[in-house]
Each structure stands twice: as C-alpha cells, then as structure tokens.
C-alpha cells in the first residue's frame, strides 16, 4: 500500500519546519531513565545498519526492541525476523515514521535511512519525546545541523550520532591507554579506509517495485522520477539523497564531508 506523500505536504507539517519557527526555552527533561528502567528501542531502516543497531542494542542491558519502521517490505520482513530471533518476540512494524511516533511506549529511536532524512526524523523523534540515534552525517547540510541542536536544546533529550566506533568498548579501551601513556606521548594519529566499488551504472527509469513506498523514501528530498540505481544502497552517490555526487567508474569512495564544501 502506498502512503501519498509529497515533499509539499512534508514541509508544511513537518517538525522541522516548526522547530526552525520556533522561540526556543531552557531545556528539560520530560523524562528521566533510572539505571533499573528497561530502555524501549524503535529502528528506523533495518537494513545493513539497522541490522547491527539490533545487535548493539541486545547487547546492552536493560533494552528492548519493540517497534520497526521501513519503507520497504522486504526489509520489514527480514528486520523482524532478525529481531525476533534476537529477543524472543516480534517488533510492531510501520512504514510511515510519523505513525511510528505516536506510540508513547518508545524511549528512544535510532535511525539508519538515507542520509537526507537523518536531521528530519531526528527533529521529529525529539519533538515525539524520543532520545536519538542518528548514523553520520546527523544532516545533509549545514543549516540541518542548527535546527538537530535547536531541538536537543528545546527538549532536553539525548541525543548521539554514530561516528565511526567512538563508542565502541575496543575504541573506548584503547583511548584510554593512551591516555595512560601506555605507548609514550601520542603528537599524531592516522586512520583510513580504502575501497574499491563496482560501478553503479547509469540507471534508468523504471516503475516503482510494489515492496517500495517511494513518496516515503523521497522524505523531505526534491521529487525525481524512480530509477533502478537508487535502492537500496547506491542512493549514496546522488546529491538529493547521499553525501556525494554521481559515480559510475567505481573507482572512488565520496567524502563524506563533501556537502559542507557544496552547501
């Protein structure tokens, strides 16, 4: 089933329009989580990332995953499943983030979509009352980034995005013994990753599969007609969706820091 979903309708209702109007007051919490409180976890995207924000969070005590969210209905399926055989019970699955929202017994969301609805449903979790999770890049532009501290400061909940194992216990472990001076006085640090991808091709328009929700998918972004290279993955490369420009050699991994260039 197909949800009618138009950028226009988006932005006249969407929260980060209202948090960019807003006059903003002190922060405060609507609500405080004991260490004995079980932590409620929506996911947001469950493929690839989604799949291993399900592993972290069983990892932690004191957690539960009880809601999804996907605009495609493989990825509902499969991210069910997956969920279940962690935890022992199926998650509530949604397509449509804003009916996500409503429910009162999620804590926190975590979110692992394209990255061009990351500072939307960031905004949009902390107006529901929801603690965040965003994957990097938090924003597809700068002035998205304003709007994510406005709302954290407006609403008084936390909010973290994953960059890169920063919280990671063998990261955390190892700041540490340099910090105790285990290898000498640290002056330099350097660390990469080199890839090589497959081209992505041209693509070409083609009808929207029925498993997708496509108005969904495109969010807050500009409407462009559907092409068979732009999901699930490879959306990274075009700059309404992804951090980057168009690559067809395959040659090349994109900056993710290019869009604070271009902005």
Not at 188 to 206: H, L, P, Q, T
């Amino acid at each position: 089933m197909s949800t009618k979903y138009t950028r226009r309708d988006f932005l006249k209702s969407s929260a980060i329009a209202a948090v960019g109007a807003s006059t903003f007051t002190a922060a405060s919490y609507s609500r405080i989580l004991g260490a004995n409180d079980r932590v409620n976890f929506a996911i947001i995207g469950v493929r690839g990332r989604g799949r291993e924000h399900a592993n972290s969070i069983v990892a932690c005590k004191n957690t539960s995953i009880t809601h999804i969210c996907d605009v495609d209905e493989r990825f509902i399926e499969t991210g069910s499943e997956l969920v279940k055989e962690l935890t022992g019970k199926k998650p509530k699955a949604f397509r449509d983030i804003r009916k996500l929202l409503e429910s009162k017994k999620i804590d926190a969301i975590t979110i692992a979509t394209p990255e061009h609805w990351h500072a939307h449903m960031t905004v949009m979790g902390l107006e529901a009352g929801k603690h965040v999770y965003v994957e990097k890049p938090p924003c597809h532009n700068p002035a998205e980034a304003d709007l994510i501290v406005a709302a954290q400061e407006k609403y008084g909940l936390q909010v973290q995005m994953g960059n890169q194992q920063r919280s990671s216990y063998h990261t955390i472990e190892a700041m540490k013994r340099i910090h105790d001076g285990e290898i000498g006085d640290v002056y330099m640090g350097k660390a990469w990753y080199s890839n090589n991808r497959d081209s992505i091709g041209v693509g070409k328009e083609v009808p929207v599969p029925d498993y997708l929700d496509w108005e969904l998918w495109q969010g807050p972004a500009p409407r462009r007609v559907y092409k068979d290279n732009y999901h699930p993955y490879n959306w990274h490369w075009f700059w309404h969706y992804g951090t980057g420009e168009t690559l067809n050699n395959g040659t090349h991994e994109v900056d993710l820091c290019v869009w604070a260039l271009k902005a």
